[in-house]
Each structure stands twice: as structure tokens, then as C-alpha cells.
């Protein structure tokens, strides 16, 4: 059963046929049936997953170009289910959020579904040149949203956007190629699979190639999630993306560079040459991640940007998890991946709404908007608490499970990033304050409530949050074998005396 | 038989919730029907509990709910009294909002969320694990904000809802960390000492806690608790995270009373209680309570003294309150161990029922003369019998009015007498007088206030022309039930002690009950509480019936005293302003905004990145416009880099 291929590609003939339709309703048609089909399988995927095992599943491999010793070879574990998951929930929910779209519908929706190939490709392929080329197409789209449908100031957007994170990939190349080369020199054999490459890294030489090769990949990552100080892109293109575009970036792209820690950091941590001081790199990352975010978005006056900043405050926790390397706190930074997408997408589509209706984002210029959008007013008060880590909602486990079990190894770090924990709440009550409650603001004349589908994709968002808050299980014990396993390199590197 | 249903005390309201907030409108009188019998049920399901359990069962039921956490239900004699407590006043206040607030177009939404609120107070109460106790806490948190912002389009009630929220956040987070705390230690005990949990328990369950208190090292048991502490000086609002409080009344008076009474701010002091194992093996944490409980009690009071705010006066009471309880929880903790914990939820308990009854009465002539300002009612008492009365009820038992030789007396009477007199014999086995001190000043406070708002609303002639008339029964009723548990509760004072008493011990926990060595306070100590509330009263009399003094030359704004008092010693000026506003959003937030886009982005990447790459995709546009072909020439940029790179490196 080719069912990774066959995930991958309906979107991508779904992405084809949306761009030959004629009408809005022809396109958004393909675009939901393209995207639901997915969905199908990876909900397929979520049910005969062997849990407990750390080996790839559904594995499935075609030669492409031997000589160079690349393949299309494609799998799942429990590092990368619940992103493939994500991925296949967000996009759908996405084309109905953007259900009214009426400006050159079919090459929106096309690029929606592109950007579902990619992103799908990204985290199932298990070659590491073909996950590169899947890196680069999530690219292109989203340059398009941005700069097709974008603000006034899409423009400079788009571009400080592509030459970030272009920048990042071709460093990440880089360190790639050089895994590549490293491990011809050692074995003789070309050969770009990922779980071989990632092996023959503890063969490089000399131990300043080691972890110049390292940086270069935690660079392509960090910038990707986006890391202070390298997250300037991220406020910038959220103000000017549409909606959808947001979404999708917010919601599945920043995982991107999230799985690549999971992926390619942890198992190559232990073998570098200065292993402590990059985890405290790492950790000092996340922990500034957090609480720059909080304290950014307390500034924001654009409802938008804030949510953007929140995003930076809340993937600083996954590099936290990753970087205190307890099987918990990894298992915690890997569900809060996963939850970070269902939340920000809820928020994301709540400034979609806002921006449709009153005309402006600015919140001061907004003001009891709950009064003529009760709907509404429901769906992003669960989000917000969501958002702010709120029990029974899925982003309080996440936290509660990085926080805790990083403390075995980051104390100091936890406590710092506990301070975060009521200025996170404050901006984002404030914001709620500002602009959905107090008296309403007549100058912004008569509005109307969200579109019924776009409740409807927020209210899924909104409920999937509370159940998997409710029963994170469902989705922690997938991760939890791979955690186990990055945790035992880890002590692997403290027998070899590498860190104590 | 009770007992297999012993969840749908929480799933019930949870129900209603659902319904009520979606479907609302078609049911009876605007949703509030669902709410009420659900309520009743779970107080049903309580109190068939309580029979059945009485007088040493516990209810345990447990479910893996991830890792080594789980879900489950603890109901011994601490939970159940609480269990009673909540759903019946709940309940009573419930039937109340009926008639309070039948003309608010808003009431599915309202009765949705009292319904939730009293859910998450039911669900902390019975929790078996702190984790699951935090996260009901939270949610209990969630429901006060919505409902003190219920009137969402004010906007002093949208900036009270915001404040309740991140002040008790910041006693929440405190707690959180307290847990984290545990965790590690109990992780770490597991590992490396002979402790074990037993066969199908887990590690947070109050048991395994408990279990393990002798293996966690005094220092770490000491920053638990106080850590723990933290979290109920938030949500109990004791010094100096009590601000939260008197602004929360701006949500509609039921609310008020459901904060005060049942569903919120006794939260803190039940946390207080559930791990009193842990607080009495740490004796500095237990000062700790102390002091800071005494002081509330002091320092809510004086304020208590100057508010024109009919339901200020009572917040700033219900302030004081907690601190008794505090105050219990840590000096009789001391002296006499696992009965402090009875002394002080039987204070909770007999304050949730005047507490209740006082705001409901407020709330009664709120709804009558259309206004909350003291200064603008008055004689009150010929129109609103019922209502006068039953606050007079109310007022006596909240002043601690009874006979101290014979044993009688309001509920506040017993319950309060016995945090005074632990608090006398904590400084008489001491010889740190300090609590107590407190504690009578307090109490001569307590009095003098009540009795201002008593005579201020209900004595001497009608100061506007307003018709106020008596409420309807479906609120007198709850007012008249409330008003015979404040007279009556207190009886049960000897039984209640008994039935706590081995609480713990329930749990294999061995706390001991101290007599006190023999003590036998002097007349004068048995008298004082009740001489210092008649003085109370006596004075209130005189200043604001009999007006012998002209209370015009004192209140004015010459005087500094006055001033700080109804400023609140400008605590809502420091939290919000200069906290919240200058220090926070103003020097952090902003400076960092600043470093973002002036450093960050305008020096180093508009700069470098920009500038080079931009202009580089100007000479290519003059190629050939497009962004394919930036995007192209990127790559090309990068395959070529590749090459030179591979070059050097010898391939």
C-alpha cells in the first residue's frame, strides 16, 4: 500500500487540476476534496500506527537517481504522525475558513494544496536530499500567498520572508552536503538516507567540522521556527499574508524547523564535539524565545502581530523540551508542535475575521466587537485560553510537560521561563479587553458576525483543542517510544563522558 | 449507592453548562432551569454521599489518565462537608439569579457559565491528585473572569474581569511551580530512596504525597508549601494579591455572591486544608499562614471601614474572612494540629452561608433602589422587611454575636470565637501574641463596618424618593433559608470537629490532635470577642442611627488616613498602573519592541541583508522583472557557493 505517495500525491494533482478551473466554486471544490482525501489516510495512519516501536512505518521506497544515491523513499514514526496528522486537519479547515475567497480563486487554492504537498513530503521523506527539495517547494507558495494576496506592504514581506529562510535552507544544504561527502569519504558509498547520514555524522573528523556542520543545521531549523534572534521575518509576513496564509504558516511551516530538531538535531547532538555547551545554546535559545515573545506581543498594537509574537513565545518551548533531553520533556515539546498548530490556527483565523468585518486589526481602533459578533466572541475566547495555556486545553500539557521535566536537567531555565506564564496571560487578556469587550466602537459602523464556515473551521479547531487536552494520550503515546530513544543517546553520550 | 455515581457531581453542571450555553434560550425562564436541577442533583448525589460514608468512609476512584498522571475522586470528611457546602449555596444562589436577573437579555450565557463555575469548584473540591485540583482551579479562575466581565460592555467590568484574572495568575503560577517542585522531588524519592507508591497509585494523588512527606527534605517541603500558599494568597485574595477582590463585584450581584461565598475564593483555604499533612511538617510555612492570614484579617477590615460601595464593604469583608481562616490554618496548626483544619472550615463554612446571605441581600436592595452607593439609601427598613431582617441575621453572625457561656449563638459565633481562642493559645504556648492581637482588633472592625452598612441601608428616613419594594419570593426564600443556617449552623460546631478530626488519619496519615496543655482561658479572654463586637455595634449605632458625631469633619479629604483608606492604600493605582502599565508595558515591553526593530531588524538586517541582497535584485530586475527569477538567481547564488565550497574541500 503506497499510502504516503498516494497522501502526497492528491493534493499535488488536486493543486493541478485547481489551477485549470474556471470559477471559485470549481476550485474550492477540488481543493477540499483534495484535501480531505489526505486526511482520510492519515486518520488511516493514526489508527493502525504500531505504537511503542521506534521504527519507521509504512515505509515505502523508489529509486530516483542511484548513481548519487538518492531515492524517494518515504515513512513514518512517531516523531513525524501527529505533524502528517496536523498537516492534513489544518489544510482542510483552511479551505473552508477561506470558502468566500473571490480574487484568482484557483490559483489560491492551488497554492494551498502545493503547500500541502510540501509540508506532507517534508515531514515523510527519508531521504534527505528529497526532504530538501520538499524544504524548498513549502517556499514557493507561500511567497505567492504573500505576495499575491498580501497587505500594502506584501512586497517587502515577501522577500524578507524568502531571503530568511533561503538563507537558512542554503546553510542547511551545506551541512548536508557536507554529511553527504563525509560519509562517501568514510564508506565509500553514495548514499543520501537520512538515517544513514545522521549515523555517520560521530565519523566526521575533526571536531570543529562537527559542530560547524551542526550549527548549520540548527541554523536552517531555528530560523524556521523562528528562534530569537533570528525571528524578524515571522511578525512581518503574518501582518501581511492573508489569512489562510498565516495559518498555514503559523500552523504547520514553523514545525517545520521543529521536526528538524526532533529529526536532526537530537540524534546528532550527543556526538558533536562540545555537546554541553550546545545544549545550554539551545536552551538560552528557547528560554529568550519565550520570553521576548511574551514581552513583544505585550507592545503589539496589530491584533495580528501579536498572535505572530505569541507563536515565537510558544515554539521557545519546544526548544526548551528538546534541549533538557529527558524522554518527558521531549515527548512535551513534540505535543506542544502539535498543539501550537490547532491553537494559532484558531487565532489567526479570529484576526482573519476581524480584519474582514471591522476593516482593522489595530486594537485600539477595535473596542466591543463581542456585541455584534457573539460567535465570534466564543470561538476566540477559546482560543485565547487556549492560547494561554488554560487546563482541559491541549497547550497546557504541552507546557506543564516541558516545564516539569525539564526541570531535571534546566532548573534555572524553568524558573525563568515560568515568569513568562501571567505576562503571557496579560496581553493576551488585554487584547480580548481592547477589542472585544468595553463599550463598542461606533466608528466602525455596522459589522457582522464571522461566515458560518468560518466559525465552522475555527469551532473544529477549538474542539480538537479541548479533546486532546482532555486525552493527550492519544497522541503522547506515539511519541513517547521515540522520545525514550533520543533519551538513551543521550545517556549513551554521558557513559561516553561527553557531558555529565 | 451514592458513591458509583460520585463524578456526575461535576458532570452534571458540566452537562448543564453545554446545554444551557448552546440551547439556552428554549429552555424554562432563559436556561436557568438546567443549571438548577443539575445542581441539585450533584447536591443530592453530596449529601446521599455523606450518609453513606459517615462517619469514616471515603469515596476513592481512580483512572491512568497519561504517563503517571491520573484522573480520579477523593471524598473523605473534608471533601464532603465542602461537597454539601458548594452545591447547596450554589443551588440557593442559582433559584435567587432567577428572579435578580430576569430582565438581562444575556441569561443563557449567565446560567452557562455559573454552571461551569460551580462545576470547577466541585471538581477542585473532590479531586484525589493536586494536578487535577490545579487544573479545576484554573478553570475555576476562567469562570470568574467571564462572569465579573459578564457585562462585558462596560468597560470597568471588562478591566475588573482582566485584573481578577492576571492577579490570581500570578498566585497560580506560583502554585505551578509548587508542583513542578513536587514532581521532581517525588521523581527523584522514587529513584533514589526506599519510597515506593503502592500498587495502582500514582505519583500526584494526595496519598502518595502524603506517603512521601517524610523523604522530601525539610527545605523543599518548606518552598512546596509556601509555593502552594502562594497559589491560595491569590485565589483566596490575602495579602498583598487581595486587589482583585473588591473590584471583582462588578459583575452582577449573584456573582458576587458565588465568588465570595461558595465557588471561588474559599478555593485557597481548602487548598490550604486538603495538604495540611505537608503544611504542619513545615512549621515556617505554617507561620508564614499565619502572619499573612492575621494581617488580612487586620488590614481588609480597615478598608471595610470607609467603602461606599454597598457590596465593597462586603468584599473587603469577605477579605478579612479568609484571613481568619488563614489565620486558623496557622496558628492552631501549631498548637493543635489536624484540628486546625476544623476550626477553620468550619468558619468557611458558616461565612459561605452569612457571606451568601449578605450578598443576596445587597443584591435584593441593589435591585430595589437601583443603586450600589450607601450614601444614597436609607431607611430601607419599613419597605424591605425581609430583606432587613435576614441582613441583620446575616450582620450578627458575621460580628460573631453569642453567649459565650451558654452556647449559643449565630453560626459566626462558634466558628469564629474558635479561631480567636486558637489564636490565643498559639501566643499563650509561644508567647507570640501578635495573631491574636490582630485577631481582636479585626473582630472590633468587623463589627463596626457591618453595622455602618446595616444602619446606612436600612435605618433613619429615605434619603431620595426612590420606590423600593420588597424582592420577589423566589429571592426572599433563598434569603430566609441562608438567614436560619447563619442563626443555626453553629450548633453543629462539636460534630463538625469530630468528623474532620480524623480526616487524615483516613489517609494513613498521622498528624496528632493536641489538647493544648491544659488551658483554661481567663473570663475576660472568653468575653472579649463578643465585648468588642457589641462595641461594635454600639458605636456604628451611634455614629450612623443616633448621629452623635458628624461624620462630615472626619471624611474629607484633608484627612490622610481617610484618604489611604479609601484609596484603597493605593493598591489599584500600583497594580495596574504602575505595574501593569508603566513598568511592564511600558519600560519592558516597549524597549523590546524597541531592540526589535531598531536593532535587530533596522541595524542588522534592513541593513546588511537588505541593502546587499535587495540591490542585487534590482540589477537582476533590470534583466528581467519577476520574482521567479530573484528566486532563481537565489539559487543559482547557492548551487554556485556549493560548488566553490566543494572545491575547496578537496572533491
Known amino acids: 500500500m503506497a499510502l504516503i505517495s498516494l497522501m502526497i500525491l492528491v493534493p499535488l494533482l488536486g493543486a493541478i487540476i485547481a489551477f485549470l478551473t474556471k470559477t471559485r466554486q470549481q476550485a474550492r471544490a477540488v481543493a477540499l476534496i483534495a484535501s480531505v482525501i489526505p486526511l482520510v489516510i492519515s486518520l488511516f495512519l493514526f489508527t493502525y500506527f504500531n505504537r511503542g516501536v521506534t521504527a519507521i512505518q509504512f515505509y515505502e521506497a523508489y529509486p530516483w537517481i542511484q548513481s548519487l544515491g538518492i531515492s524517494l523513499s518515504f515513512g513514518i514514526d512517531g516523531v513525524s504522525l501527529p505533524l502528517v496528522l496536523l498537516s492534513t486537519i489544518i489544510i482542510p479547515l483552511t479551505v473552508i475558513f477561506a470558502w468566500g475567497e473571490t480574487e484568482q480563486a484557483n490559483k489560491f487554492y492551488g497554492l494551498i494544496l502545493l503547500e500541502l504537498v510540501g509540508v506532507l513530503g517534508v515531514f515523510t521523506s527519508l531521504d534527505f536530499f528529497v526532504f530538501y527539495i520538499f524544504w524548498e517547494v513549502v517556499l514557493i507558495p507561500m511567497y505567492f500567498l504573500i505576495s499575491i494576496w498580501g497587505g500594502p506592504r506584501k512586497d517587502y514581506a515577501a522577500i524578507k520572508f524568502f531571503i530568511y529562510t533561503h538563507v537558512a535552507s542554503l546553510v542547511m544544504l551545506l551541512a548536508i552536503f557536507t554529511l553527504y561527502f563525509n560519509a562517501f569519504q568514510v564508506s565509500g558509498v553514495l548514499n543520501f538516507d537520512m538515517q544513514y547520514l545522521l549515523k555517520s555524522y560521530s565519523l566526521i573528523g575533526s571536531p570543529l567540522l562537527k559542530d560547524v556542520v551542526f550549527l548549520g543545521l540548527l541554523f536552517g531549523f531555528l530560523v524556521k521556527m523562528p528562534a530569537v534572534p533570528f525571528h524578524t521575518w515571522l511578525p512581518d509576513a503574518h501582518v501581511e499574508a492573508p489569512t489562510a496564509g498565516s495559518v498555514i504558516l503559523a500552523a504547520l511551516l514553523l514545525k517545520m524547523g521543529g521536526y528538524g530538531l526532533f529529526r536532526v538535531i537530537l540524534p546528532t547532538l550527543p556526538f558533536t564535539a562540545s555537546t554541553g555547551l550546545l545544549i545550554t545554546l539551545m536552551a538560552v535559545i528557547g528560554v529568550v524565545s519565550i520570553l521576548y515573545g511574551t514581552f513583544l506581543a505585550l507592545a503589539q498594537r496589530d491584533l495580528k502581530k501579536m498572535v505572530a509574537y505569541s507563536s515565537i513565545s510558544h515554539m521557545g518551548y519546544v526548544t526548551l523540551g528538546a534541549a533538557a533531553l529527558v524522554p518527558l520533556s521531549i515527548s512535551g515539546a513534540m505535543f506542544q508542535q502539535f498543539s501550537h498548530g490547532l491553537i494559532t490556527g484558531v487565532l489567526f483565523m479570529s484576526c482573519g475575521v476581524i480584519q474582514h468585518s471591522a476593516g482593522t486589526r489595530i486594537i485600539h481602533e477595535l473596542g466591543g466587537l463581542a456585541k455584534h459578533m457573539p460567535k465570534l466572541a466564543l470561538v476566540m475566547m477559546a482560543g485565547f485560553m487556549a492560547s494561554l495555556g488554560l487546563p482541559g486545553m491541549s497547550g497546557f500539557v504541552a507546557e506543564f510537560l516541558v516545564l516539569v521535566n525539564s526541570y531535571f536537567t534546566l532548573p534555572t531555565f524553568v524558573i525563568l521561563a515560568l515568569f513568562s506564564i501571567v505576562f503571557t496571560a496579560a496581553y493576551h487578556l488585554w487584547a480580548m479587553q481592547r477589542a472585544m469587550f468595553g463599550a463598542y466602537n461606533e466608528k466602525l459602523g455596522h459589522i457582522h458576525d464571522g461566515a458560518n464556515y468560518e466559525i465552522f473551521a475555527m469551532g473544529v479547531l477549538v474542539l480538537l483543542v479541548i479533546y486532546f487536552g482532555l486525552n493527550p494520550g492519544s497522541v503522547l503515546n506515539m511519541m513517547t517510544a521515540n522520545a525514550e530513544h533520543l533519551d538513551r543517546l543521550l545517556r549513551f553520550a554521558v557513559l561516553r563522558g561527553v557531558i555529565t | ?651
Open chain 2, 1 to 651: 449507592m451514592f458513591s458509583d455515581y460520585a463524578a456526575l457531581i461535576v458532570l452534571l453542571p458540566v452537562l448543564a453548562f453545554v446545554l444551557t450555553l448552546f440551547f439556552g434560550k428554549k429552555f424554562p425562564s432563559g436556561g436557568a432551569a438546567l443549571p438548577i436541577a443539575a445542581i441539585a442533583g450533584s447536591f443530592i448525589i453530596s449529601f446521599g454521599i455523606f450518609l453513606e460514608i459517615y462517619p469514616h468512609g471515603t469515596v476513592q476512584q481512580s483512572m491512568q489518565w497519561f504517563s503517571t498522571l491520573n484522573f480520579g475522586i477523593l471524598i473523605d470528611p473534608l471533601a464532603v462537608v465542602m461537597l454539601m457546602m458548594v452545591s447547596f449555596v450554589s443551588l440557593l444562589i442559582h433559584i435567587y439569579a432567577v428572579g435578580y436577573m430576569s430582565h438581562d437579555t444575556g441569561k443563557p450565557r449567565y446560567f452557562a457559565e455559573t454552571s461551569l463555575f460551580t462545576a470547577a469548584m466541585l471538581a477542585v473540591v473532590l479531586s484525589d491528585n493536586i494536578l487535577q485540583f490545579f487544573m479545576a482551579w484554573e478553570v475555576v479562575g476562567l469562570c470568574s473572569y467571564l462572569l465579573i466581565g459578564f457585562w462585558f460592555h462596560k468597560p470597568t467590568a471588562a478591566a475588573a474581569a482582566k485584573k481578577a484574572f492576571l492577579v490570581t495568575r500570578v498566585g497560580d503560577v506560583l502554585f505551578l511551580a509548587g508542583i513542578v517542585l513536587l514532581y521532581v522531588n517525588m521523581t527523584n524519592i522514587l529513584a533514589n530512596t526506599g519510597f515506593s507508591l503502592e500498587p495502582g497509585n500514582f505519583m500526584l494523588q494526595f496519598k502518595s504525597m502524603f506517603a512521601a512527606i517524610p523523604y522530601i527534605a525539610p527545605t523543599q517541603l518548606t518552598i512546596i508549601t509556601l509555593l502552594f500558599f502562594g497559589g491560595a494568597v491569590g485565589k483566596s485574595g490575602q495579602f498583598p494579591l487581595h486587589g482583585w477582590l473588591p473590584d471583582a463585584m462588578e459583575g452582577p450581584t449573584t456573582v458576587s455572591a458565588l465568588i465570595h461565598a461558595a465557588t471561588m475564593v474559599t478555593a485557597g483555604v481548602y487548598l490550604v486544608a486538603r495538604t495540611f499533612p505537608m503544611f504542619v511538617e513545615a512549621p515556617n510555612a505554617l507561620l508564614v499562614v499565619a502572619y499573612v492570614g492575621g494581617f488580612t484579617a487586620l488590614f481588609a477590615a480597615t478598608m471595610g471601614l470607609v467603602m461606599n460601595d454597598i457590596k465593597r464593604v462586603l468584599a473587603y469583608s469577605t477579605v478579612s474572612q479568609l484571613g481568619y481562616m488563614m489565620l486558623a490554618l496557622g496558628t492552631a496548626g501549631m498548637v493543635l494540629g489536624a484540628k486546625a483544619v476544623g476550626i477553620s472550615m468550619f468558619h468557611l463554612l458558616s461565612h459561605a452561608f452569612f457571606k451568601a446571605l449578605l450578598f443576596l441581600c445587597a443584591g435584593s436592595v441593589i435591585h430595589a433602589v437601583g443603586t450600589n452607593d450607601l450614601r444614597e439609601m436609607g431607611g430601607l427598613f419599613g419597605k424591605m422587611k425581609i430583606t432587613a431582617t435576614t441582613m441583620f441575621i446575616a450582620a450578627l453572625a458575621l460580628g460573631g454575636f453569642g453567649i459565650p457561656g451558654l452556647h449559643i449563638g449565630t453560626a459566626g459565633f462558634f466558628s469564629k470565637d474558635a479561631i480567636i481562642e486558637g489564636a490565643y493559645e498559639y501566643g499563650h504556648v509561644t508567647g507570640d501574641m501578635i495573631p491574636y492581637v490582630f485577631s481582636i482588633i479585626a473582630a472590633l472592625l468587623t463589627s463596626i463596618y457591618i453595622f455602618r452598612l446595616w444602619f446606612m441601608a436600612f435605618s433613619g428616613k429615605p434619603r431620595q424618593d426612590r420606590h423600593a419594594h420588597e424582592s420577589p419570593k423566589v429571592m426572599t426564600i433563598p434569603l430566609i433559608i441562608l438567614a436560619l443556617f447563619a442563626l443555626f449552623f453553629g450548633f453543629s460546631q462539636a460534630g463538625f470537629y469530630g468528623y474532620l478530626e480524623t480526616n487524615f488519619e483516613l489517609m494513613g496519615v498521622e498528624i496528632g490532635v493536641h489538647e493544648g496543655e491544659a488551658l483554661h482561658p481567663s473570663t475576660l479572654i472568653l468575653w472579649l470577642p463578643i465585648i468588642v463586637g457589641v462595641l461594635g455595634l454600639v458605636i456604628s449605632y451611634l455614629i450612623y442611627n443616633r448621629r452623635i458625631l458628624d461624620m462630615s469633619r472626619i471624611v474629607t479629604r484633608r484627612n490622610p488616613v481617610y484618604q489611604i483608606l479609601l484609596n484603597r492604600y493605593y493598591e489599584p493605582r500600583l497594580s495596574s498602573y504602575v505595574i501593569g502599565e508603566k513598568l511592564t508595558h511600558g519600560v519592558v515591553a516597549m524597549s523590546g519592541e524597541f531592540f526589535d526593530r531598531k536593532i535587530i531588524d533596522g541595524l542588522v538586517i534592513d541593513n546588511i541583508i537588505s541593502r546587499t541582497l535587495l540591490s542585487l535584485g534590482d540589477v537582476i530586475k533590470k534583466l528581467q522583472t519577476g520574482v521567479v527569477r530573484n528566486y532563481a538567481s537565489v539559487t543559482l547564488l547557492g548551487v554556485g557557493l556549493l560548488i566553490i565550497l566543494l572545491r575547496i574541500g578537496g572533491m
